[in-house]
């Protein structure tokens, strides 16, 4: 029987890129979803993610889809939908983002143009390798106010102030989220199938929370 094993995720760096040559890039790459292109003021950043890399962003998104529906919180999710910033010379795709406080703002908007409409409200980052460039200060110049990142063992928040992302515990998208908590969610879900610990995680979430309006994860 022949093994078939995922390769490790990869991260490429090229340096001295040109803006025009990254959105030529772009384009010849097409809306596929990797790899991922991180690009910030000549440097680009081309990463390939592993099974497992793709595994947890799926697992954050659901949860994040769980939170919502209890919570009550609309939102629109747009994946790894390339973001770019041409007076900045930066752009990024994230593995998922999340409008949450500016869902009405960009509820209808078949493209988003950073120009005049803000930065998604929440990002999710999964760092298995170490990235080439400095995504915490790259989203904080686009004004991104929260970042999760998952190392595949702790997931941490980080949220804008004075320009710079800091560590916080508890999420502002979802207030009384922690990041302690969502972690240890995240462990119980390597262990289960997906269909048990979404169920396992809703049915918690929802007796934490779910129309009562009573502090979250207590």
């Not at 680009?44 to 009550?72: C, F, K, Q, T």
């Not at 409008?99 to 998604?120: G, H, M, S």
């Not at 686009?142 to 949220?159: N, S």
Request: charged letters at 25%; proline letters at 5%.
């Amino acid at each position: 029987m022949t093994k078939i094993v995922s390769p490790p995720e990869q991260r490429v760096a090229l340096r001295t890129l040109s803006w025009e040559t990254y959105e030529r890039l772009l384009s010849e790459h097409g809306d596929g979803s990797s790899p991922r292109f991180t690009f910030d003021r000549g440097v680009l950043e081309i990463m390939s993610p592993s099974a497992e890399h793709e595994r947890y962003n799926l697992m954050i998104a659901d949860l994040i889809g769980v939170l919502a529906d209890e919570m009550d919180v609309e939102m629109l999710g747009l994946g790894a939908t390339t973001f770019k910033r041409q007076d900045l010379e930066c752009g990024f795709e994230a593995d998922s983002c999340f409008y949450v406080q500016n869902f009405e703002r960009v509820r209808n908007k078949e493209r988003i143009d950073l120009a005049t409409e803000p930065a998604p409200d929440l990002v999710i980052e999964i760092e298995i390798t170490n990235p080439s460039i400095n995504k915490l200060a790259l989203f904080a110049e686009f004004g991104v106010p929260e970042v999760w990142r998952y190392d595949g063992f702790r997931l941490e928040m980080f949220q804008l102030l004075s320009g710079r992302c800091g560590a916080r515990e508890e999420s502002a998208a979802f207030p009384g989220v922690s990041a302690t908590v969502l972690t240890q969610l995240l462990q119980q879900g390597k262990a289960l199938g997906r269909t048990g610990w979404l169920r396992m995680t809703r049915a918690w979430a929802h007796e934490h929370y779910g129309g009562r309006g009573g502090p979250l994860f207590t």
